[in-house]
């Protein structure tokens, strides 16, 4: 019953900027960690932002910190994540995820503890 869905993605040059979503319903989602993640072809699914449920700390890959910022409405059950300064390699289809509690990009590079996934929503970024 636990669902999570993503949206917000489309296509934009590169210096502009998105913001995605992450709804999550089916479940009690204010002390569970909810990540992005991202994924082009060819290439290995990346961690890029978590927030923790536990004490909502923060987390970044170098590849995006200053540029993204992850953010969580407990009231709305809503995850977001503010792209700044998008550039093409940011270009990648995006997921959320959600863990218990706690979250580390340096620890968990790929989610493999997550345990609920959205469909995901393409990011394109092209002049």
């Known amino acids: 019953q636990a669902h999570l869905a993503e949206s917000g993605g489309g296509l934009v040059q590169p210096g502009g900027s998105l913001r995605l979503s992450c709804a999550a319903s089916g479940f009690t989602s204010e002390k569970y960690a909810f990540g992005w993640f991202r994924q082009a072809p060819g290439k290995e699914r990346e961690g890029i932002a978590c927030?923790?449920?536990?004490?909502?700390?923060?987390d970044y890959a170098d590849s995006v910190e200053g540029r993204f910022t992850i953010s969580r409405d407990n009231a709305k059950n809503t995850v977001y994540l503010q792209m700044n300064n998008l550039e093409p390699e940011d270009t990648a289809i995006y997921y959320c995820?959600?863990?218990?509690?706690?979250?580390?990009?340096?620890?968990?590079?790929?989610?493999?503890?997550?345990?609920?996934w959205g469909q995901g929503t393409q990011v394109t970024v092209s002049s």
């Open positions: 995820g959600a863990e218990w509690l706690h979250c580390s990009i340096r620890w968990s590079p790929r989610g493999g503890e997550y345990e609920f």
């Open positions: 927030i923790s449920g536990s004490d909502t700390s923060t």
